[in-house]
Each structure stands twice: as C-alpha cells, then as structure tokens.
C-alpha cells in the first residue's frame, strides 16, 4: 500500500487531458493505496481568475472528481485551502528554495514570458506545489507529462530539506501514464490541452456531449498527406487522436495506425471511443449536481482527515527548522564546539 497525492486547479472546466494524464489514474490508484486528492484553489490565486466563481469552480470540480469515479470511502478528497498547512508549510520551503532552480520552470516562463506584472505567487508555486505533495508523505503522485519538472523539484527540495535539518520528508516518485500522458489541442495539436487556454473546439470537456465530442473530433486539425501513421513528430494531430483511441480502447498506438486508411475512418472511430468513455463520467455528474449536500459532506470528512496527517507532517517539519513549538520552552541549546 502506497500513499498518493495529486491535486487539480479549479482554474477551468476539466477536459480530457485532465482525465486522461491524471484524474483516471487516480481513480485507478484509490484502491488498494492510502490516496489523498485535493482541488488546489490557492494555485487558482496565481492565474487570472473571477472571486465571485472561484468558490463555485472549486464545488464543482471537486463535483466532477466524484463523478469521474473518486469513492470517498476509498480516498480522501479535501480542498486545499481548508487545511492551513499547505500555505505553512509552503514558506519553509520557499525559504529552502533559490531563485535560479525556480527561473528554470518552464510552466512559469510560458506563463509569464518576460512580464514583470506576473504575479510572484505564479513563480512561487511549484514551492506550493511541494508543499502539496511532502505533506501527505506522499511516495507517488499521479499526474500528466507536464508536471514532471515541478516534481522534480519537489523530490530536490525535500533532499535538500532533509539534508539541512534532518529526516524529515519522504521523497515522492512521479507516476506518469503510458498512454495519452500529454493530451494535445485538437485544433493546435502541438500546444497541450489546457483549462486555461481558450480554445472552443480544440478542447474537448470531461461533461461534454456525444454530439459536442463528435463534432470536435471530426473537425480536429489532422496533417498533411492522407496516411495514419503514430510519428507525433512529422504527425503531431493524427498522433494525438490515435494516443486518445488508445487510452479509450487500451491497445498500443502504434498498433492502432495500422487499422485506418483514412483520416476520416480514424476520426470516426475515436469518437465513438471517446463517447462511450465519458458517458459513465456524464451520467454520475447528473446524479451528483441533484444532490450538493452530499459534496460538501465528503470535503468536510476529506479535510478533517487531511487535517490530521498535515498536521503531524507540519509540526515535524518545523521542529526540524528550529522554529520554537507552541507552549514550550526552547529546548537546551547545544554547545559549540571551540
Ligand atoms: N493536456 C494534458 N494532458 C495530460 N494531462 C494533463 N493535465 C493537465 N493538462 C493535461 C494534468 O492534469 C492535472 C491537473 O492539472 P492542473 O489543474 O493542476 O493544471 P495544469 O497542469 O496546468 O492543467 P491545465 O488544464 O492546463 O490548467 P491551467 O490551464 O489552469 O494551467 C495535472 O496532473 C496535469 O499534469
């Protein structure tokens, strides 16, 4: 048994790329494993977003998280900003972290380009992110291809942690999906799918309908000459929709190509696939939206039972930074040497 986190901003409606490269795999990873999955509304504060939705996204994602098939019995699903900790435990490692390794982050210079209006809590928040995952002692965290860089600095950050102040943190392992690990735009087929990039067509909702999948995936940018051939290279939109056909239908890519003579054959296909994977997701949605209570029910246990583990994560972590512990007295400071 393993113990996973991962989380999702509530910065937009979930899409397939979500689904896909990360929420499927937690729902795979619930069972069996101690899971805790939260919807991160302090990353929201980073971005462009509207106060008047924020709380509103925030329900409804974690709506959504239920209705792609999270068991509250079997995992622990909790909104970020109710358990204290993550924003407490965010500026100990920001104070372990250096500016240079944060420069590096590739999500923050597409973000912000060289914009000195970008928010600072947009470069700071991989350190949230880290403070995210350490806190649950987390040793896998399922998420898409484009979180690796920021685990990467999450795993740096807990050695160099524990390296200064002692055995405090363990150091989490990414766990990346072998198929559609990286879902592209289905009208810009080199740009990733993103809640946060406006694109009507090229983005395909978790909710969305037969009728609305169907139409995006017919009218999907594909490349130039007629051969279905698995070279996201040469072939960035034929690729991706046979990466989709494969996560759909669990056969290799590669394999797939093979099957279709024609675009139109393959676009067809993947359709089909792609309804027939979401229905389950769509229905469950319905069944849920007609019964709220029951939403705010699981985020109340979920952030009792996150509060419980952060908590003892956080107090370990700042005992270990020296910081003087509530209603104590110092302990006995030790001689120097010389
Ligand atoms: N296109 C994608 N393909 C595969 N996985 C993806 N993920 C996101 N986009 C794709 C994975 O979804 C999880 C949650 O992502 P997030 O909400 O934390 O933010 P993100 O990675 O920045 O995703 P978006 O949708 O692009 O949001 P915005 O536009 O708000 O930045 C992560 O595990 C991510 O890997």
Same mark, same amino acid.
């Given at each position: 048994?393993?113990?996973?986190?991962?989380?999702?901003?509530?910065?937009?409606?979930?899409?397939?790329?979500?689904?896909?490269?990360?929420?499927?795999?937690?729902?795979?990873?619930?069972?069996?494993?101690?899971?805790?999955?939260?919807?991160?509304?302090?990353?929201?504060?980073?971005?462009?977003?509207?106060?008047?939705?924020?709380?509103?996204?925030?329900?409804?994602?974690?709506?959504?998280?239920?209705?792609?098939?999270?068991?509250?019995?079997?995992?622990?699903?909790?909104?970020?900003?109710?358990?204290?900790?993550?924003?407490?435990?965010?500026?100990?490692?920001?104070?372990?972290?250096?500016?240079?390794?944060?420069?590096?982050?590739?999500?923050?210079?597409?973000?912000?380009?060289?914009?000195?209006?970008?928010?600072?809590?947009?470069?700071?928040?991989?350190?949230?992110?880290?403070?995210?995952?350490?806190?649950?002692?987390?040793?896998?965290?399922?998420?898409?291809?484009?979180?690796?860089?920021?685990?990467?600095?999450?795993?740096?950050?807990?050695?160099?942690?524990?390296?200064?102040?002692?055995?405090?943190?363990?150091?989490?392992?990414?766990?990346?999906?072998?198929?559609?690990?990286?879902?592209?735009?289905?009208?810009?087929?080199?740009?990733?799918?993103?809640?946060?990039?406006?694109?009507?067509?090229?983005?395909?909702?978790?909710?969305?309908?037969?009728?609305?999948?169907?139409?995006?995936?017919?009218?999907?940018?594909?490349?130039?000459?007629?051969?279905? %051939? /698995?070279?996201?290279? *040469?072939?960035?939109?034929?690729?991706?929709?046979?990466? @989709?056909? !494969?996560? =759909?239908?669990? +056969? $290799?890519?590669?394999?797939?190509?093979?099957?279709?003579?024609?675009?139109?054959?393959?676009?067809?296909?993947?359709?089909?696939?792609?309804?027939?994977?979401?229905?389950?997701?769509?229905? %469950? /949605?319905?069944?849920? *939206?007609?019964?709220?209570?029951?939403?705010?029910?699981? @985020?109340? !246990?979920? =952030?009792?039972? +996150? $509060?419980?583990?952060?908590?003892?994560?956080?107090?370990?972590?700042?005992?270990?930074?020296?910081?003087?512990?509530?209603?104590?007295?110092?302990?006995?400071?030790?001689?120097?040497?010389?």
């Amino acid at each position: 048994m393993a113990r996973l986190l991962s989380g999702i901003q509530p910065s937009g409606d979930l899409h397939l790329g979500n689904y896909l490269g990360a929420i499927r795999g937690w729902v795979a990873g619930q069972r069996g494993n101690d899971a805790y999955y939260c919807v991160v509304d302090l990353h929201a504060l980073s971005g462009d977003y509207d106060p008047h939705q924020l709380a509103r996204r925030t329900f409804d994602t974690a709506l959504n998280l239920l209705a792609a098939g999270l068991d509250p019995d079997e995992c622990t699903l909790f909104v970020q900003s109710h358990v204290g900790e993550h924003s407490r435990l965010a500026w100990l490692l920001e104070c372990v972290a250096n500016l240079g390794e944060l420069r590096r982050m590739t999500q923050f210079k597409d973000k912000a380009g060289e914009s000195e209006s970008a928010r600072v809590g947009l470069f700071t928040y991989p350190v949230l992110q880290a403070a995210d995952i350490l806190l649950y002692d987390a040793e896998l965290v399922p998420v898409g291809d484009d979180q690796r860089q920021h685990l990467e600095l999450t795993r740096d950050l807990a050695q160099r942690f524990n390296h200064r102040y002692g055995p405090t943190f363990v150091v989490p392992e990414a766990s990346v999906p072998e198929v559609a690990a990286r879902v592209m735009d289905l009208q810009a087929p080199t740009r990733k799918m993103s809640k946060s990039v406006s694109s009507p067509l090229g983005t395909i909702g978790m909710l969305d309908s037969p009728a609305e999948i169907d139409r995006k995936v017919r009218k999907a940018v594909t490349d130039t000459g007629g051969e279905v %051939r /698995y070279d996201p290279d *040469a072939k960035p939109g034929v690729s991706n929709l046979l990466e @989709l056909l !494969a996560a =759909a239908t669990g +056969a $290799s890519p590669a394999s797939l190509a093979g099957s279709f003579t024609s675009y139109g054959q393959l676009k067809a296909q993947t359709s089909e696939a792609l309804v027939e994977l979401l229905r389950p997701v769509r229905e %469950r /949605y319905v069944e849920l *939206a007609a019964d709220p209570a029951q939403v705010t029910a699981v @985020l109340v !246990a979920g =952030a009792e039972r +996150a $509060s419980q583990v952060a908590g003892a994560t956080f107090e370990r972590a700042s005992m270990a930074a020296g910081l003087l512990a509530p209603g104590s007295e110092p302990p006995r400071a030790q001689e120097t040497a010389g």
